[in-house]
């Protein structure tokens, strides 16, 4: 069993940074792919960044691309959501997931385990 608790939201000026924290405990990270989601109220939730713990290999979404980074510590069993240049379209409540690998290759669509979530508003 592993438990995923983020945090690190906040409030931040349009152009600021905010640094997002994963940490996992149970079970270290090292076979699974740590995505980032958001969902902002009325939106659908929406693939951010992955990385996968294996290879460090990174995803991202477009519109994030060069002003997100994310990335892991697996001594901390953590991943980081590093975003800077935040817009007016990047409010809403974050949420890390873990998918098993088995091969290289995650075990299933589905997610193992998600967290709770973390609040980012941006203010212009």
């Known amino acids: 069993q592993v438990q995923l608790v983020e945090s690190g939201g906040g409030l931040v000026q349009a152009g600021g940074s905010l640094r997002l924290s994963c940490a996992a405990s149970?079970?270290?990270?090292?076979?699974?792919?740590i995505d980032w989601f958001r969902q902002a109220p009325g939106k659908e939730r929406e693939f951010v960044a992955a990385?996968?713990?294996?290879?460090?290999?990174?995803y991202y979404l477009d519109s994030v691309k060069g002003r997100f980074t994310i990335s892991s510590d697996n001594a901390k069993n953590t991943v980081y959501l590093q975003m800077n240049n935040l817009k007016p379209e990047d409010p809403a409540v974050y949420y890390c997931?873990?998918?098993?690998?088995?091969?290289?290759?995650?075990?299933?669509?589905?997610?193992?385990?998600w967290g709770q979530g973390t609040q980012v508003t941006v203010s212009s």
């Open positions: 997931a873990a998918s098993r690998l088995v091969g290289g290759r995650r075990a299933s669509t589905l997610f193992d385990y």
């Open positions: 990385i996968s713990m294996d290879d460090s290999s990174t």
């Open positions: 149970g079970r270290t990270l090292s076979n699974y792919a």
